[in-house]
């Protein structure tokens, strides 16, 4: 194993360490037109060494372990010509328990029969032809830390991503799964297919504020940005808007948005994190009011008060983030509106502001204007700009019901959202 001859050739030069090895074997089924474009498959080997010296720190990503020993070398000797830093103690020996939340490895008879389903959901909800990416990953993550930690955890992972199109309009189906009897591939394929068959000829909409109803594609990539906003390290730079919003109300009483280090379905999740903490539970939003932010070692240490297992060395972050407390279903979201639109798929989320939280982000796929309750016609063409204290105060309501959302152009963390009715919002055209 890599990551004990790391320990061998750094662990008497050091005073501490952390050393995380990550193998990946991963296989890939993209699909297009209604059949199979592309298998692929792949394996890779990642080193993550975090060591101090002193008053001295220093991190490497290693992805080639080709003269391990010379990288190493250079790494420790480069240690001490960083600049002095808060150097925090890294946790102590700790039992890891893991949910067992995973495949023994990944399945390709799955993951082939779950395009097939997910092709014929959208031809059989109206649309003409389909196209997306299934992935199915093996993770394997070992850890050594100098403080005694030693662990291994294994995963599987599935994420889903189909686009339906009927003439030059799409939908899309979106979703992550920890197990592959878990895949809902038809479903997703039919949401997709559906969309798709009622969102041609769209209409174009004015400026101005409308009520948007986001599904929880939407809200899984807003939501994300809520949670990595809580890090520690972030509000302390001066980089989030949830800085000095501890105790404060932030959002509807009823919402609650918790970090799970493990969860099942959570395909982000992680029996240890990077210092070798174990994981844990953080309520980063308790009915509507800001609870907690998330921290490692160092940032505990600064704040004087004691890690939430989310390192990140430099940044802690979330590892699965659930959002709780709905009590409508998505009928009844539609049908309390207006005047407003429902929006099913969004990308290119880019903040104008950290400091702020203003952010935009283009709506994507099938989006249809809404009033009085109902679905009026097809709209296209638009950007949602927004902030995002003002639009975690104004949201009206969110479903009971919601899913577990990843992918690769916009939601890293995998959320488990639901629809969430928003009213306000800034619509701007494209």
Request: proline share 3%; no cysteine.
């Given at each position: 194993?890599?990551?004990?001859?790391?320990?061998?050739?750094?662990?008497?030069?050091v005073d501490q360490y952390s050393i995380i090895e990550h193998?990946?074997?991963?296989?890939?089924?993209?699909?297009?037109?209604?059949?199979?474009?592309?298998?692929?498959?792949?394996?890779?080997?990642?080193?993550?060494?975090?060591?101090?010296?002193?008053?001295?720190?220093?991190?490497?990503?290693?992805?080639?372990?080709?003269?391990?020993?010379?990288?190493?070398?250079?790494?420790?000797?480069?240690?001490?010509?960083?600049?002095?830093?808060?150097?925090?103690?890294?946790?102590?020996?700790?039992?890891?328990?893991?949910?067992?939340?995973?495949?023994?490895?990944?399945?390709?008879?799955?993951?082939?029969?779950?395009?097939?389903?997910?092709?014929?959901?959208?031809?059989?909800?109206?649309?003409?032809?389909?196209?997306?990416?299934?992935?199915?990953?093996?993770?394997?993550?070992?850890?050594?830390?100098?403080?005694?930690?030693?662990?291994?955890?294994?995963?599987?992972?599935?994420?889903?991503?189909?686009?339906?199109?009927?003439?030059?309009?799409?939908?899309?189906?979106?979703?992550?799964?920890?197990?592959?009897?878990?895949?809902?591939?038809?479903?997703?394929?039919?949401?997709?297919?559906?969309?798709?068959?009622?969102?041609?000829?769209?209409?174009?909409?004015?400026?101005?504020?409308?009520?948007?109803?986001?599904?929880?594609?939407?809200?899984?990539?807003?939501?994300?940005?809520?949670?990595?906003?809580?890090?520690?390290?972030?509000?302390?730079?001066?980089?989030?808007?949830?800085?000095?919003?501890?105790?404060?109300?932030?959002?509807?009483?009823?919402?609650?948005?918790?970090?799970?280090?493990?969860?099942?379905?959570?395909?982000?999740?992680?029996?240890?994190?990077?210092?070798?903490?174990?994981?844990?539970?953080?309520?980063?939003?308790?009915?509507?009011?800001?609870?907690?932010?998330?921290?490692?070692?160092?940032?505990?240490?600064?704040?004087?008060?004691?890690?939430?297992?989310?390192?990140?060395?430099?940044?802690?972050?979330?590892?699965?983030?659930?959002?709780?407390?709905?009590?409508?279903?998505?009928?009844?979201?539609?049908?309390?509106?207006?005047?407003?639109?429902?929006?099913?798929?969004?990308?290119?989320?880019?903040?104008?502001?950290?400091?702020?939280?203003?952010?935009?982000?283009?709506?994507?796929?099938?989006?249809?204007?809404?009033?009085?309750?109902?679905?009026?016609?097809?709209?296209?063409?638009?950007?949602?700009?927004?902030?995002?204290?003002?639009?975690?105060?104004?949201?009206?309501?969110?479903?009971?019901?919601?899913?577990?959302?990843?992918?690769?152009?916009?939601?890293?963390?995998?959320?488990?959202?639901?629809?969430?009715?928003?009213?306000?919002?800034?619509?701007?055209?494209?």
């Amino acid at each position: 194993m890599y990551r004990e001859r790391a320990r061998a050739l750094i662990g008497e030069k050091v005073d501490q360490y952390s050393i995380i090895e990550h193998r990946i074997n991963e296989r890939i089924i993209r699909f297009f037109n209604g059949s199979i474009s592309l298998a692929a498959t792949g394996s890779s080997t990642i080193l993550h060494v975090y060591a101090t010296v002193g008053k001295k720190s220093s991190m490497t990503v290693i992805n080639s372990m080709a003269d391990l020993e010379g990288q190493l070398k250079a790494f420790v000797s480069k240690i001490n010509l960083g600049p002095d830093v808060d150097v925090a103690e890294l946790p102590p020996r700790a039992n890891y328990h893991f949910n067992g939340d995973a495949d023994e490895q990944v399945d390709e008879e799955m993951m082939v029969a779950s395009v097939k389903e997910a092709i014929h959901g959208a031809i059989d909800a109206g649309a003409d032809r389909s196209a997306g990416i299934i992935r199915g990953n093996y993770h394997e993550i070992g850890i050594i830390t100098s403080s005694g930690n030693e662990g291994v955890d294994r995963r599987t992972s599935y994420t889903i991503n189909i686009r339906a199109f009927k003439g030059s309009a799409s939908g899309s189906g979106i979703s992550a799964f920890t197990r592959a009897s878990a895949i809902n591939a038809e479903d997703l394929g039919r949401e997709a297919g559906k969309n798709s068959a009622i969102s041609g000829n769209p209409h174009r909409l004015e400026d101005g504020q409308y009520d948007v109803l986001l599904s929880p594609n939407v809200s899984a990539s807003i939501m994300e940005l809520v949670g990595a906003s809580a890090s520690a390290f972030l509000a302390e730079i001066g980089m989030s808007f949830l800085k000095g919003m501890s105790g404060k109300t932030v959002t509807n009483g009823d919402l609650s948005l918790i970090d799970y280090g493990q969860v099942d379905g959570g395909v982000g999740s992680r029996a240890f994190d990077d210092e070798g903490a174990p994981t844990g539970t953080t309520e980063i939003i308790k009915s509507g009011t800001f609870n907690s932010y998330l921290h490692n070692s160092t940032t505990a240490k600064k704040w004087n008060t004691s890690t939430t297992g989310n390192a990140g060395i430099i940044e802690p972050g979330p590892w699965n983030l659930v959002i709780k407390g709905g009590r409508s279903t998505e009928e009844e979201l539609l049908g309390s509106m207006k005047r407003g639109i429902m929006v099913t798929n969004n990308w290119y989320t880019r903040f104008n502001s950290y400091i702020t939280g203003e952010f935009s982000t283009l709506i994507r796929d099938a989006a249809f204007y809404v009033e009085d309750g109902r679905i009026k016609y097809p709209v296209a063409g638009m950007r949602l700009s927004d902030s995002l204290p003002r639009l975690l105060q104004n949201i009206v309501s969110f479903t009971e019901t919601t899913k577990w959302v990843k992918w690769w152009g916009e939601v890293s963390v995998p959320v488990k959202a639901p629809a969430i009715l928003v009213s306000g919002s800034r619509i701007s055209i494209v």
